[in-house]
């Protein structure tokens, strides 16, 4: 059975690594649309614990992950947990 590993997303809030499409920057309009059509339609996750969204996760399940982390700091992250696991 593979291992699994979680990226940290901030605030006790974990995401299965392997199953992350992308990781984005909140403030364009596109992404503003992705997460109001991810909220109608019932896709969207707040782990932002009611602080700002700083980035936004879409998986392969096509569900829109809020985050109070940054962009960078997330894909930092996600990036040191491939090198570990080669």
């Known amino acids: 059975m593979q291992k699994q590993t979680l990226l940290n997303i901030g ?29 109608q339609e019932g896709r969207l996750v707040d782990a932002t614990q009611g ?10 399940s096509n569900h829109v992950i809020l985050s109070a982390i940054q962009a ?8 040191s947990e491939e090198v570990e696991n080669d």
């Not at 974990?14 to 997460?35: A, E, G, H, K, Q």
């Not at 602080?51 to 998986?59: A, E, F, P, Y």
């Not at 960078?72 to 990036?79: C, V």
């Open 11 to 39: 605030f006790g809030n974990f995401v299965v690594s392997s199953r992350v499409i992308t990781i984005v920057n909140p403030s364009s309009s596109p992404m503003r649309r992705l997460r109001e059509d991810a909220r």
């Open 51 to 60: 602080r700002k969204t700083r980035s936004i996760i879409v998986t392969d």
């Open 72 to 79: 960078e700091t997330i894909g930092h992250r996600y990036t």
